[in-house]
């Protein structure tokens, strides 16, 4: 049995609602149907029951006043690591690489997160993404340790649903330190046994997995690093496992050089090659950044359907790369987009990401790599799609009334031609007004329901001392 939503949430799901006025509602789907114009949005019980233009209040409907308006999906973030909320600039990380910054940034720290401390990040980092128009967390989450951290996995079930945000709990977490990176060994963690890994991922799915096609709460198995943190004879044994139980596979895959040259030296294959030959491929599988990937390991990503996140601005900042995403969209990988962690990114907001992710390519490879259509299909149903939620990501019939309101009513707006493509041209500051999840009121008037800002900054300058220190 899971654990029944609160008296509380469940009858935030019910209200019926119209979201009235738009300039521009974006479907998040592909190609033609991208765009619905300016149409009205009935919701029902949760879900969207209506899309059409000049729609009538009914006598029990709550009418959302959404002109000078333009109307996205909640965005899907497909990778995320919240407990690094507390962990922004950060000056000895801040002009390092991928090892260097593991070892400057988050290790030295993973200690000092008290369960409290956890949890101001967490509420951080949900609120920021929410104030994007964020409305579903992929949260890669690996403060796990041998005898702690089970309680860790609840407080971020607890946090996500206090602030309405849908939250797949990617639990993450090694069984091996001789392996890891050397900045991790020198916290002097000790790693939990395989035993203690599958056994909370046993519990977490049974108190939490809501395996309907828009459930607010998932588990997915997600050791970090698939050549770091488990021998490799347990990675099939794992990915059994998570089968045997309908769960989602995801782990970081070739964020960088360093780490294909690793593959290269001590297995003699690429990564994708590795985990296919640990049968960590489908489309019940998706990576994290794929950056160094050949057209070979390209072509098995599309041919066997397993996904990908995307995550822009935190490879920048790492001077990681760019991810070949052009390439694997034209292949058939199915493709999403994540902030990751703040740590290495300072921004944890979609729309900044995904005005990145529209540029950044162009840059690279010419106007025509990416549109705003497409980057916003990959920021929502294809964030669905990898995580396995078809219910959200598309603002349609029958979905579920996952909206992010995007006020563009400002003189920053004033000159657009085509006012639907703000958000992702325009990037930040693009202000959100409103966010539903399930029909769920998050986000009214910029303002993220149920939260104590001026409380949640004394903590977080609090935890701050302990993190600087
Ligand atoms: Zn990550």
Not at 14 to 22: S, T
Not at 435 to 450: A, I, L, P, S, T
């Amino acid at each position: 049995m899971t654990t029944p939503l609160s008296p509380s949430l469940r009858h935030a799901l019910q209200g019926n609602l119209l979201v009235r006025g738009a300039a521009a509602v974006m479907t998040g789907r592909a190609g033609a149907a991208a765009r619905a114009g300016a149409v009205d949005i009935r919701i029902r019980d949760g879900r969207i029951a209506e899309l059409a233009a000049g729609l009538v209040p009914g006598a029990d409907e709550t009418v959302i006043d959404a002109t000078g308006c333009v109307v996205y999906p909640g965005w899907v973030n497909t990778h995320h690591h919240l407990f690094q909320n507390l962990l922004k600039a950060v000056p000895a990380g801040m002009n390092a690489d991928l090892q260097d910054w593991l070892a400057s940034v988050p290790y030295p720290r993973l200690a000092r997160f008290t369960p409290d401390l956890f949890r101001t990040a967490v509420r951080l980092g949900i609120a920021e993404l929410l104030l994007s128009g964020t409305t579903t967390c992929a949260d890669h989450h690996y403060l796990y340790h041998h005898g702690h951290g089970a309680e860790t996995g609840d407080a971020l079930f607890e946090e996500a649903e206090a602030l309405g945000m849908r939250l797949v709990l990617c639990r993450g977490g090694a069984i091996q330190s001789a392996g890891d990176h050397p900045g991790m060994r020198a916290t002097a963690l000790v790693p939990e046994t395989l035993d203690e890994m599958l056994g909370d991922i046993e519990r977490l799915k049974a108190r939490y997995h809501d395996a309907a096609p828009d459930g607010l709460r998932r588990v997915a198995v997600a050791p970090t690093t698939p050549t770091f943190s488990l021998p490799p004879v347990l990675l099939r044994e794992v990915a059994g496992f998570a089968r045997g139980m309908g769960l989602r596979l995801h782990t970081h895959l070739s964020e960088t050089d360093n780490y294909v040259r690793f593959c290269a030296e001590k297995y003699r294959c690429t990564p994708v090659q590795f985990v296919a030959d640990h049968d960590w491929l489908g489309p019940d599988v998706w990576f994290a950044h794929l950056v160094t990937v050949t057209p070979d390991e390209i072509r098995l990503l599309g041919s066997t359907g397993t996904g990908m996140a995307h995550c822009p601005v935190s490879n920048a900042r790492l001077g990681s790369g760019i991810a070949p995403v052009r390439a694997m969209a034209d292949a058939g990988v199915p493709v999403s987009i994540g902030v990751d962690g703040v740590a290495s990114n300072e921004s944890g907001s979609m729309v900044h990401e995904a005005n990145f992710a529209w540029l950044v390519h162009r840059a690279l490879g010419g106007a025509a790599q990416t549109r705003v259509e497409e980057v916003i299909h990959w920021g929502t149903a294809g964030g669905a799609q990898v995580l396995g939620l078809p219910g959200v990501g598309t603002l349609a019939p029958g979905q579920s009334a996952d909206l992010a309101i995007y006020e563009v009513g400002g003189l920053r707006f004033a000159g657009f031609h085509d006012i639907a493509t703000a958000p992702v041209a325009a990037g930040e500051p693009t202000p959100v007004r409103d966010v539903f999840v399930r029909g769920r009121h998050v986000v009214r008037q910029g303002e993220v329901v149920g939260l104590d800002v001026d409380k949640l900054r004394r903590e977080a300058r609090a935890a701050l001392e302990v993190l600087m220190a």
